[in-house]
């Protein structure tokens, strides 16, 4: 059982007491978010309602008269707080320190032959990776992208320009708001084709995020098989990428080793009944973090998920970085990118408690407060 702020759940937190707990996660500590595409109405929409509810301390980048065109045509005014920044506008001073940093962190990589003036034209033309820059610098405390860009426009400065922490990848995660509660899928993002060795670091990130957000780890690592019921070479990638996991997972600092079994196939994870059938050790409770084989699994199963419930779906959620950065996806709603800045924020409050890195997870720092 896993306690969070005094109050105590089992595995499979509801929904709705997740959300109200993400709410008022951010909003005890107000982080620093900044979101590059003043060009977008609903960005602008979800900046205004974040900074009204006092979510996070935002920071739009785009034309200053766009943005306020698209405040106006919303019949709203810009909340106290809210600032909005133009990187065409920006001290050059302070462009010009953004950009040798960026030469400096890619010396020696592609595009190290970049000129610092060639190097400033493109922070000035790149929103996301101008933000980009701003979350290396501790300018800002974290970054959400993707209504109007491509994932690879948001991801890719975040790989080369903030990095992974040491001996981890980079990996993502969904937070599926299921009708009675909530589970994590992973890697249905990101991770094309994990080796074993990289699959199992996905079930331990994975596990370590879930902590963080106050769901209890029960951890699922996804196969045709369940146990020895198979065998092959599918069947031994999961079984070798357990047991990576397990190891890991003995080194964090959760309070007490988290379950975890594989392979098992989904239905004996998810239901005690047959799971209790195959042998599956998860079956009291069943599975919370769901660990799928490769991106192909995850990715048309949490969309399957997602289009035939009809549940809320928070992510992908980004695992491994020094510091947050978030994807968005195009067709993302108000209501998205709302959730996803505070799911940023809470990341971030999250690294400055276990003071700046990455391996050991803290004390979950959610709790209640009312949801969007």
């Keep these: 059982m896993l306690h969070v702020r005094g109050a105590a759940f089992r595995r499979g937190i509801a929904s ?12 005890e500590r ?18 205004c309602r974040i900074q009204r509810e006092g979510l996070a301390d935002v920071t739009i980048l785009g ?22 920044l133009d990187p065409r506008q920006e001290d050059p001073r302070r462009v010009e320190g953004y950009a040798e940093d960026m ?22 033309s790149d929103a996301p990776l101008y933000a980009t820059m701003m979350v290396r610098s501790g300018d800002q405390d974290g970054m959400v992208s993707g209504a109007c860009h491509t994932s690879a426009d948001t991801i890719r400065p975040a790989l080369r320009l903030l990095g992974s922490v040491e001996n981890q990848i980079v990996s993502s995660l969904m937070f599926m708001l299921l009708k009675e509660r909530v589970v994590v899928y992973a890697d249905c993002a990101l991770q094309v084709a994990p080796d074993a060795t990289q699959l199992g670091q ?3 990130q994975s596990a370590n995020t879930a902590a963080e957000f106050g769901v209890d780890p029960a951890i699922a690592l996804l196969s045709f098989a369940t146990g020895k019921s198979n065998d092959g070479p599918m069947v031994a990638h999961t079984r070798e990428a357990t047991r990576v996991a397990s190891s890991l997972l003995t080194t964090h600092e959760l309070s007490g080793a988290p379950p975890i079994y594989g392979p098992v196939q989904y239905d004996a994870a998810v239901n005690p009944s047959i799971g209790k059938s195959k042998g ?59 959730n996803t800045v505070a799911v940023t924020a809470v990341q971030a409050i999250a690294r400055q408690l276990r003071g700046g890195g990455g391996a050991a997870p803290p004390a979950p720092c959610l709790k209640a407060g009312r949801r969007f």
């Design 280 to 338: 599956c050790p998860l079956a009291a409770d069943g599975a919370t973090v769901l660990v799928f084989p490769d991106l192909n699994c995850g990715n048309i199963t949490y969309k399957a998920v997602q289009q035939s419930t009809g549940c809320v779906v928070l992510g992908p959620i980004l695992q491994g970085l020094t510091r947050p950065v978030n994807d968005l996806s195009r067709g993302s709603s108000v209501a998205d990118i709302v």
């Design 16 to 27: 709705a007491a997740f959300m109200d707990r993400l709410w008022g996660g951010a909003r």
């Design 103 to 124: 030469l400096a962190a890619r010396r020696g990589k592609a595009g190290d032959h970049e000129t610092l003036e060639a190097a400033c034209a493109a922070l000035q």
């Design 30 to 47: 107000p982080q620093r978010i900044v979101l590059p595409e003043g060009e977008d109405a609903r960005v602008v929409d979800a900046a």
């Design 202 to 204: 996905i079930a331990a």
């Design 63 to 84: 034309d200053v008269d766009v943005v306020h065109a698209h405040v106006k045509a919303a019949g709203a005014k810009l909340p106290e707080g809210l600032a909005v």
